[in-house]
């Protein structure tokens, strides 16, 4: 007998899910836990729709369990409170990104790193402490543990959703590399929902920006629209030798596989490459040009709770916000196909609040 989703726990919730590896989303009834005494309740608004909700939906990850609930920035109103709930009261304005708990006891959670616990919890496509599969925003209604929610400030619109994955994937290693001091030169490789939320980061910060495209059309977007300094087309051989040597450091938001070397060769030395697009291939790593520059490779993935909180503090102070494009819930799957193509600036956003219909 198929299992009863609508069944496994006491409060009823409805969204939209997809039952396999086509990815097409449909309307799905199923349940949420009662709110324990550290669980916030909340209201979804606001849904976010992030790259890795397509990966997900089609498992080209290896690692999709249906039927899936996709969603890790998720912004709302809280609606109940348990009874040992500190930070957060009936009204409040509160967010949920990529995950929903950890271990809380490991040598990465003692620091604030949660997003680094080998047992991290994911908001969706994951597995709860009682073992029941975790369903993200695109439904009516969360309950999370508290310490996984954050503040949703006050002037900050509840539509930016997207800072919740983009924002804290850019902002954490900008931060961490030491990227973020005035006067240095940064690089973003792509012109995305990550690279054009890194753009604003690290103006934000100070440094000077060159953005580094294949497309020649973003160019206006990014210096026009975005603010960056300068733009480089990185198929463009000339433009590359002029630019050697000339970076601090590289925030790489491609997914796509592509080639390490010349983005190597535009960073001075000891100059850091960071990637945060994950390639579905391994990239070719030419050691050479690390030897000779005593340049860095690395990575790094979303951010603790404590630092998800200070960024958006940071982006409400600073008035940051992603570039959205507010759609409906009956339009995600064609927002997912317009994702596939790029066709958005810079990120889509589900009005749940206000138009997920139980009908």
Aim: glycine share 10%.
């Amino acid at each position: 007998m198929a299992k009863s989703y609508e069944n496994e726990h006491p409060i009823k919730a409805f969204g939209w899910a997809t039952r396999d590896t086509s990815g097409v989303l449909s309307p799905f009834n199923f349940s949420r836990r009662v709110t324990g005494e550290k669980d916030v309740q909340f209201k979804v608004m606001y849904c976010g729709i992030c790259h890795s909700d397509l990966h997900q939906l089609k498992n080209e990850w290896g690692n999709s369990k249906y039927p899936m609930v996709p969603g890790h920035e998720v912004v709302g109103v809280v609606t109940e409170v348990g009874s040992k709930v500190e930070k957060f009261k009936v009204g409040d304005k509160v967010g949920v990104g990529c995950m929903v708990g950890s271990c809380r006891k490991c040598e990465n959670c003692s620091v604030d790193l949660e997003n680094y616990c080998p047992r991290q919890i994911p908001t969706y496509n994951g597995y709860s402490l009682d073992g029941t599969l975790t369903f993200g925003g695109y439904s009516d209604m969360m309950v999370s543990d508290e310490h996984f929610v954050v503040r949703w400030p006050e002037n900050l619109s509840m539509d930016a959703a997207p800072l919740l994955c983009a924002g804290i994937t850019t902002y954490s290693p900008l931060k961490y590399f030491g990227l973020d001091k005035p006067g240095m030169h940064i690089g973003v490789v792509g012109l995305g929902g990550l690279g054009h939320m890194a753009v604003k980061f690290a103006k934000a910060f100070g440094t000077k920006v060159t953005v580094i495209s294949t497309s020649a059309n973003k160019k206006q977007e990014a210096i026009e629209r975005l603010g960056a300094d300068s733009f480089l087309i990185s198929r463009d051989p000339e433009q590359m030798k002029a630019a050697m040597n000339t970076l601090d450091g590289i925030i790489n938001t491609v997914s796509a596989v592509h080639p390490i070397l010349p983005l190597l060769m535009l960073m001075k030395s000891h100059g850091k490459l960071v990637m945060v697009g994950a390639p579905e291939k391994p990239v070719e790593l030419p050691v050479f040009p690390l030897l000779m520059g005593r340049k860095l490779v690395a990575g790094s993935c979303i951010g603790g709770m404590k630092e998800t909180q200070e960024m958006l503090d940071f982006a409400a102070k600073h008035n940051i916000t992603p570039d959205v494009e507010v759609v409906p819930m009956d339009y995600v799957n064609t927002a997912l196909e317009r994702l596939l193509k790029s066709d958005v600036k810079y990120r889509f956003v589900l009005d749940v609040g206000n138009t997920l219909n139980k009908k």
